[in-house]
């Protein structure tokens, strides 16, 4: 049997020929290869050999594309967290047995657009078929994770290579996750770390370096198993790994430090419940806000929140709408922050934009939706991909983004930092908000597009992320659901509002003050994690310069007849 250039396989290395009069050591057997194992997992204890024929190749695109779709059985809906911890393992396990770094390349690409459209499988109601384009297109984005697995894992690495796979290969996965947090290629949206919202040692990770952070841990956990499973050699550099996870976790739990009480707010969440499409709509809508509200009188509420474009009408435009929201903000002894989504008469183009009123009228206090949704609210190049709005609901306009963030101040001195749907996904916007004497956080959102997919559950979610990050409470509420509150620490604070719910809840909110490491030093995991990078690609390429040309071939030989 021929070995395949880059093939590291040990069942294709030369065998030393023993010496005379000297018996022949026994053949050592793979540890797998002993053990019983169940029938799903005797395909691993079987000796390595390779398939490159036809048939093995077409068998691995379909399982390189199951392969990337299983992490998003993590997120919400289904919400299994745990299996986080080993869902990239198949993945990588197919991909250190590629026959080449072509076909690694190959099945990272087809790995990185299965999870792009499990994870994000809801917007095929208004994409249709455009999702399978761009998740091709995201799917790009993992090839150089790919490669770096197949170079670390590959065949029987050394320890010092295992090692180095217990850095390099979640530094890896994070650069891919850094790209595509870019908002033109859809944001931060199914991040790894962003699975673990409902654990409060990540969360504490999170408080500490953000989800960058908790992304890490979670795929070095990943590659430590896949050296468990196919490396037995490195088998020491694995364990050690999970046991360095394990300790930091425990370091950050016991000692990072947390900001401290500060008071409380009560906060009214006003949820609406989907209103059919209509040319009243909007009315219809304002009016199911208007009557929930009028229930919160006498409840001694701070600050009264409405959902994503709950306002279909500018309020400058429209004094009477400013009226009758100045007189609930009157019988509730409260401000109202409402979402409005109009045009107005003194700027051109569609704003959504964040308008807190009182008992006199709009305060002045006012935010601009910064970071649109692409194809959502505008569409990217729309001179080259305009024909997306006719096979899906993408911006028949595009809104016009916002200049600045903005903190409001409420009358018991309070400050606020507004956020707008999908914003609420970008890690660096609310610790800017924090940054800038926020006490709390509110993010107004409208998913009634997506009520029957993940959608709802997964927005809801980064809530949690982005409370435990800055030490802020968050108020994610929304017209349709799901609403809810979270603690300083990433907490759940009250009941969520389902998808379902009419109602307009009351919670208690606890205030925080101080800041968070992750606050006070910022994506310092991300910038740790490229400076990884560069140092190994830096050495490689030194090992490669030093490494001595091959000498010269020699010539070839004359025959009688040459």
């Given at each position: 049997?021929?070995?395949?250039?880059?093939?590291?396989?040990?069942?294709?290395?030369?065998?030393?020929?023993?010496?005379?009069?000297?018996?022949?050591?026994?053949?050592?057997?793979?540890?797998?290869?002993?053990?019983?194992?169940?029938?799903?997992?005797?395909?691993?204890?079987?000796?390595?050999?390779?398939?490159?024929?036809?048939?093995?190749?077409?068998?691995?695109?379909?399982?390189?594309?199951?392969?990337?779709?299983?992490?998003?059985?993590?997120?919400?809906?289904?919400?299994?967290?745990?299996?986080?911890?080993?869902?990239?393992?198949?993945?990588?396990?197919?991909?250190?047995?590629?026959?080449?770094?072509?076909?690694?390349?190959?099945?990272?690409?087809?790995?990185g657009a299965g999870f792009v459209v499990a994870v994000h499988h809801w917007l095929l109601p208004s994409l249709h078929v455009f999702l399978v384009p761009l998740a091709a297109l995201l799917g790009l984005l993992w090839i150089p994770?790919?490669?770096?697995?197949?170079?670390?894992?590959?065949?029987?690495?050394?320890?010092?290579?295992?090692?180095?796979?217990?850095?390099?290969?979640?530094?890896?996965?994070?650069?891919?996750e850094l790209a595509r947090s870019w908002q033109g290629l859809g944001g931060p949206w199914g991040l790894l770390g962003a699975s673990q919202w409902q654990v409060p040692p990540a969360l504490r990770l999170a408080s500490v370096g953000g989800v960058w952070l908790v992304g890490l841990l979670v795929v070095a956990v990943n590659c430590a198993l896949v050296l468990l499973l196919a490396v037995p050699s490195a088998r020491a550099a694995a364990?050690?790994?999970?046991?360095?996870?394990?300790?930091?976790?425990?370091?950050?739990?016991?000692?990072?430090?947390?900001?401290?009480?500060?008071?409380?707010?009560?906060?009214?969440?006003?949820?609406?419940?989907?209103?059919?499409?209509?040319?009243?709509?909007?009315?219809?809508?304002?009016?199911?806000?208007?009557?929930?509200?009028?229930?919160?009188?006498?409840?001694?509420?701070?600050?009264?929140?409405?959902?994503?474009?709950?306002?279909?009408?500018?309020?400058?435009?429209?004094?009477?709408?400013?009226?009758?929201?100045?007189?609930?903000?009157?019988?509730?002894?409260?401000?109202?922050?409402?979402?409005?989504?109009?045009?107005?008469?003194?700027?051109?183009?569609?704003?959504?934009?964040?308008?807190?009123?009182?008992?006199?009228?709009?305060?002045?206090?006012?935010?601009?939706?910064?970071?649109?949704?692409?194809?959502?609210?505008?569409?990217?190049?729309?001179?080259?991909?305009?024909?997306?709005?006719?096979?899906?609901?993408?911006?028949?306009?595009?809104?016009?983004?916002?200049?600045?963030?903005?903190?409001?101040?409420?009358?018991?001195?309070?400050?606020?930092?507004?956020?707008?749907?999908?914003?609420?996904?970008?890690?660096?916007?609310?610790?800017?908000?924090?940054?800038?004497?926020?006490?709390?956080?509110?993010?107004?959102?409208?998913?009634?597009?997506?009520?029957?997919?993940?959608?709802?559950?997964?927005?809801?979610?980064?809530?949690?992320?982005?409370?435990?990050?800055?030490?802020?409470?968050?108020?994610?509420?929304?017209?349709?659901?799901?609403?809810?509150?979270?603690?300083?620490?990433?907490?759940?604070?009250?009941?969520?509002?389902?998808?379902?719910?009419?109602?307009?809840?009351?919670?208690?909110?606890?205030?925080?003050?101080?800041?968070?490491?992750?606050?006070?030093?910022?994506?310092?995991?991300?910038?740790?994690?490229?400076?990884?990078?560069?140092?190994?690609?830096?050495?490689?390429?030194?090992?490669?310069?030093?490494?001595?040309?091959?000498?010269?071939?020699?010539?070839?030989?004359?025959?009688?007849?040459?």
């Open positions: 049997m021929v070995p395949m250039p880059g093939d590291r396989s040990p069942a294709l290395r030369p065998r030393r020929t023993p010496r005379p009069g000297r018996p022949r050591r026994p053949e050592r057997v793979r540890w797998s290869e002993r053990v019983r194992w169940p029938a799903p997992l005797r395909w691993y204890a079987r000796p390595p050999r390779p398939r490159t024929g036809p048939a093995a190749r077409a068998r691995r695109v379909p399982a390189a594309v199951l392969a990337g779709a299983l992490p998003a059985l993590a997120f919400p809906a289904p919400a299994l967290w745990w299996f986080a911890y080993g869902a990239l393992v198949p993945w990588m396990l197919l991909l250190r047995s590629a026959p080449t770094g072509r076909r690694a390349a190959l099945e990272g690409w087809l790995g994770w790919a490669l770096l697995v197949r170079e670390l894992l590959g065949g029987a690495p050394a320890a010092g290579r295992a090692a180095a796979a217990l850095v390099l290969v979640p530094a890896g996965w994070l650069l891919s364990v050690a790994g999970v046991a360095g996870c394990a300790l930091l976790t425990a370091a950050v739990w016991l000692w990072a430090p947390q900001p401290g009480p500060s008071g409380r707010l009560r906060v009214a969440v006003v949820q609406p419940g989907t209103v059919p499409d209509g040319p009243d709509s909007t009315e219809r809508r304002f009016a199911a806000g208007e009557r929930l509200t009028r229930t919160l009188a006498g409840q001694r509420v701070g600050l009264v929140v409405w959902g994503e474009s709950s306002v279909g009408e500018d309020l400058t435009a429209r004094p009477d709408l400013a009226r009758r929201l100045a007189a609930l903000s009157a019988e509730v002894g409260a401000p109202l922050l409402v979402n409005v989504d109009a045009r107005p008469p003194d700027r051109p183009g569609i704003r959504k934009s964040a308008v807190l009123v009182g008992p006199d009228g709009p305060t002045g206090a006012r935010y601009d939706k910064m970071r649109l949704v692409p194809f959502g609210e505008y569409v990217p190049a729309r001179a080259l991909l305009g024909w997306a709005t006719s096979v899906g609901r993408a911006a028949g306009e595009d809104r016009v983004p916002g200049d600045a963030p903005v903190v409001m101040e409420l009358p018991g001195g309070v400050r606020l930092g507004p956020l707008v749907c999908f914003e609420s996904a970008f890690p660096d916007m609310s610790r800017h908000l924090a940054r800038e004497g926020a006490a709390l956080l509110v993010a107004q959102s409208a998913t009634s597009s997506f009520q029957d997919g993940w959608a709802p559950a997964q927005h809801a979610s980064l809530a949690a992320l982005r409370a435990a990050e800055t030490g802020r409470p968050v108020v994610h509420a929304t017209l349709t659901g799901i609403s809810v509150v979270h603690g300083p620490s990433g907490e759940r604070v009250g009941a969520a509002l389902p998808t379902w719910a009419r109602t307009a809840a009351v919670y208690d909110v606890p205030l925080a003050g101080g800041t968070t490491p992750y606050v006070r030093f910022g994506d310092w995991p991300v910038a740790a994690a490229l400076a990884a990078l560069a140092a190994w690609c830096a050495a490689e390429g030194t090992r490669a310069l030093r490494r001595p040309a091959p000498g010269p071939s020699a010539p070839p030989a004359r025959t009688a007849r040459g």
